[in-house]
């Protein structure tokens, strides 16, 4: 009777995801499974995954693949399909019936399709289970998103089932969640990757669209508590590439250093901008190019001489 309601509790606990990537090998060391949770309390406007901000269902519309044949406007309850001949087939967001996906589902050319699907955990460990065999070779399991915290009961069921089995367990974390978030995972968690962006708090929120500062403490925080920790800072050209952000930066982590495995400075690329055009949404920095290795390598240089270890790019 115990092993029955212990199922039964463990069956209906779900996540929101967006995706499930096998053979990854930049997020951890070896080759990983990634899970891609859905929902980020960040807007970061340089943000490669748009679609991992929102934590609902939504559609993406590719308007390349739109063959104008109008059954998604037929088959929409809410009426918020508009037409143009520009665009085809557009979802008006403020209309739509999220999770609703009956315009993608009767699409022929795929030019609707749905983001987001909630999974129990079986339903994720079972593909989990399926890359084993890599795992033996030093690869495991990584959380991404989005933030992944924001879904902790979820997250912190799937570390400790991964652990139980000799999985090794990494996270992927913007930091911008309460502690005790942190505090559930932490016995089940071998690697943290750590976002750190804009150490100035008005520039941060302008740019991200929150402060920093529950960002920064959760690192002093975990810095008290783990020794394995990986902080990532994308460098987006006219944003956070001053000196004085990096500067910044590395007075900050020279205190922590001792916990901080390494510093990855991680060069912007927009190619994530079709997926904002998908969502509707415009993509901001259109007119930022990627850095150069001239300003990857000066602003890598400045946190080395904090004393940290710092190299230009991920695994």
């Known amino acids: 009777m115990v092993n ?34 859905k929902g980020c309390p960040l807007r970061c406007l340089w943000c490669c995954n748009p679609e991992s901000q929102a934590g609902i269902i939504e559609i ?46 009767s699409c022929p050319s795929t030019a609707k399709e749905v983001c987001g699907r909630y999974v129990t955990i079986e339903e994720v460990m079972n593909e989990i289970k399926r890359d084993s065999v890599f795992y033996r ?94 902080v990532r800072i994308p460098l987006i050209p006219t944003i956070n590439d001053s000196s004085e952000n990096f500067r910044a930066i590395g007075a900050f982590i020279a205190p922590l250093k001792a916990s901080i495995q390494e510093i990855q400075v991680l060069p912007y690329h927009s190619l994530g901008a079709p997926k904002y055009e998908k969502l509707g949404r415009k993509y901001e920095l259109e007119n930022i190019q990627p850095p150069d290795l001239e300003s990857l390598e000066r602003c890598s240089s400045i946190l080395r001489q904090y004393g940290i270890k710092t190299r230009i790019g991920g695994q």
Request: net charge positive.
């Open 60 to 105: 993406l519309y590719s308007k390349q693949k739109c063959i104008l044949c109008g059954k998604c406007k037929i088959v929409c309850p809410a009426d918020a399909i508009e037409f143009s001949p520009s665009m085809g087939y557009t979802i008006n967001r403020e209309k739509c019936l999220v999770g609703c996906s009956l315009c993608a589902q």
């Open 4 to 37: 029955a309601e212990a199922s039964r509790r463990r069956e209906s606990l779900k996540a929101l995801i967006f995706d499930i990537e096998r053979f990854a090998v930049h997020d951890g060391p070896g080759i990983r499974t990634l899970i891609f949770f």
């Open 137 to 230: 070779e030093g690869g495991g399991v990584t959380l991404s998103g989005g933030e992944p915290l924001i879904q902790v009961a979820f997250a912190k069921k799937l570390l400790s089932m991964c652990k139980n089995i000799g999985i090794h367990t990494a996270i992927e974390t913007s930091g911008h969640i309460p502690w005790e978030n942190f505090d559930a995972i932490l016995p089940y968690t071998d690697l943290f990757y750590y976002d750190l962006k804009i150490m100035d708090r008005k520039m941060h929120k302008k740019y991200t669209g929150v402060s920093n500062e529950i960002i920064l403490e959760n690192l002093r925080e975990l810095s008290k508590r783990s020794t394995k920790i990986i």
